[in-house]
């Protein structure tokens, strides 16, 4: 939904549709949002994160989590795809599991900081592959 709508006092989420009260309204970006999707607007993963990386390694290993121990089914199926591939553009993984680009990066960055994916540039574009993976042709780790 592109336009709000007030109806009787209440508005319409611009992401989801449901009606808010007025004062339940959250202003992001320019867009009114009910809770639950505002939260999600704000809270997008930081992909290169040092301190989450940490916290993810602490915790699995707390956990005594390894490989694809403690990720969602689709994080697993992502980092299934890639050790049966190689590598793959964002492109190709969000059209091989139907994803959009904004839930994408969001399961990358888990994997990221759990150290078994990783982003590599490859010619103009960027690949991702198991971090494990030996990639000759990488020049930049993202």
């Given at each position: 939904m592109?336009?709000s709508e ?10 989801c549709g449901v009606e808010?009260s007025?004062?339940e309204v ?6 009114n949002y009910c809770e ?7 809270s ?5 994160d040092p301190m ?14 390894r490989?694809?121990d403690g990720?969602?089914p ?8 890639l050790q049966?591939?190689?590598?793959a553009?964002?492109e190709?993984?969000?059209k091989?599991?139907k994803l959009?680009q904004?839930?994408?990066?969001k ?5 990221r ?5 990783r ?20 020049k930049?780790?993202?």
């Amino acid at each position: 939904m592109l336009i709000s709508e007030v109806r009787g006092g209440f508005m319409l989420c611009e992401k989801c549709g449901v009606e808010v009260s007025g004062e339940e309204v959250f202003k992001y970006a320019g867009q009114n949002y009910c809770e639950d999707c505002y939260i999600e607007a704000i809270s997008v993963p930081k992909t290169c994160d040092p301190m989450a990386v940490r916290s993810a390694r602490l915790t699995r290993e707390k956990f005594g989590q390894r490989g694809t121990d403690g990720l969602l089914p689709i994080q697993k199926r992502i980092y299934n795809y890639l050790q049966e591939h190689g590598e793959a553009t964002r492109e190709q993984i969000a059209k091989e599991f139907k994803l959009e680009q904004k839930e994408l990066e969001k399961h990358f960055s888990v994997l990221r900081h759990c150290e078994l994916v990783r982003g590599f540039k490859k010619g103009d574009e960027i690949y991702l592959t198991l971090m494990n993976a030996e990639n000759k042709a990488s020049k930049s780790i993202i």
